[in-house]
Nanobody, 115 residues
Framework: QVRLVESGGGLVQAGGSLRLSCAASGGRFSIMGWYRQAPGKQRELVATITTGRNTNYADSVNGRFTISRDNAKNTLYLQMNGLKPEDTAVYYC???????????WGQGTQVTVSS
């Protein structure tokens, strides 16, 4: 059974930093990523990373956020620097299980950036 435990969200002032973590268990995972959903908006891609550490970023966060993973610990990270009020959202961890090619979602962690 796949389990995802997210942590690291919170309230920060504009220009500040936060680091999100997502500990995954219950399998091996190929693509891992972060998505976010702001109130009244659709869920959107933030960043993804493959097992080989190839990364992809949304234009809105490129240069400010860094995604990384520890394959030995099955843990995904998102370092967020230069946060802006428009980054305020619930951030979700997403992983693709190798054995089933099925995607799993975390419960979400709130990030609030005050101006």
């Amino acid at each position: 059974q796949v389990r995802l435990v997210e942590s690291g969200g919170g309230l920060v002032q504009a220009g500040g930093s936060l680091r999100l973590s997502c500990a995954a268990s219950g399998g091996r995972f190929s693509i891992m990523g972060w998505y976010r959903q702001a109130p009244g908006k659709q869920r959107e891609l933030v960043a993804t990373i493959t097992t080989g550490r190839n990364t992809n970023y949304a234009d809105s966060v490129n240069g400010r956020f860094t995604i990384s993973r520890d394959n030995a610990k099955n843990t995904l990270y998102l370092q967020m620097n230069g946060l802006k009020p428009e980054d305020t959202a619930v951030y979700y961890c997403n992983v693709r299980r190798v054995s089933s090619n099925y995607d799993y979602w975390g419960q979400g962690t709130q990030v609030t950036v005050s101006s």
